[in-house]
Nanobody
Framework: QVRLVESGGGLVLAGGSLSLSCTAS????????MAWFRQAPGKEREFVAA????????HYSDFVKGRFTISRDNGKGIMNLQMDSLTPEDTAVYYC??????????????????WGQGTQVTVSS
């Protein structure tokens, strides 16, 4: 059974930075594309960023492009999300997710699942 655990959330001022991490168990981590999603209060969960299995290809939503950087370390089994230039609109619970198939395209946003418990990111103005 897949288990994903996010960490690194917190409270930050607008313009600041945070770094999130995700670890996975129950899968061969290096074989799966991974992604970050987020859900703000009263809104649907939305795609943020994804990275393919070996970390060579990334995909970002338009609203984080240029501000967030997704990466992974397959040796350590960790995926990261570096978030810079944060705005209050980035306030949400951030979730990591794993692609449903091995060695798949990170642009297949609808193919991610097995959500972790999430980590809260709050950006104050």
């Amino acid at each position: 059974q897949v288990r994903l655990v996010e960490s690194g959330g917190g409270l930050v001022l607008a313009g600041g930075s945070l770094s999130l991490s995700c670890t996975a168990s129950g899968i061969t981590f290096r074989m799966y594309a991974m992604a970050w999603f987020r859900q703000a209060p009263g809104k649907e969960r939305e795609f943020v960023a994804a990275v393919d299995a070996d970390g060579s290809k990334t995909h970002y939503s338009d609203f984080v492009k240029g501000r967030f950087t997704i990466s992974r370390d397959n040796g350590k089994g960790i995926m990261n999300l570096q978030m810079d230039s944060l705005t209050p609109e980035d306030t949400a619970v951030y979730y990591c997710a794993v692609h449903s198939r091995i060695y798949s395209d990170p642009m297949q946003e609808g193919m991610f699942g097995s959500w972790g418990q999430g980590t809260q990111v709050t950006v104050s103005s």
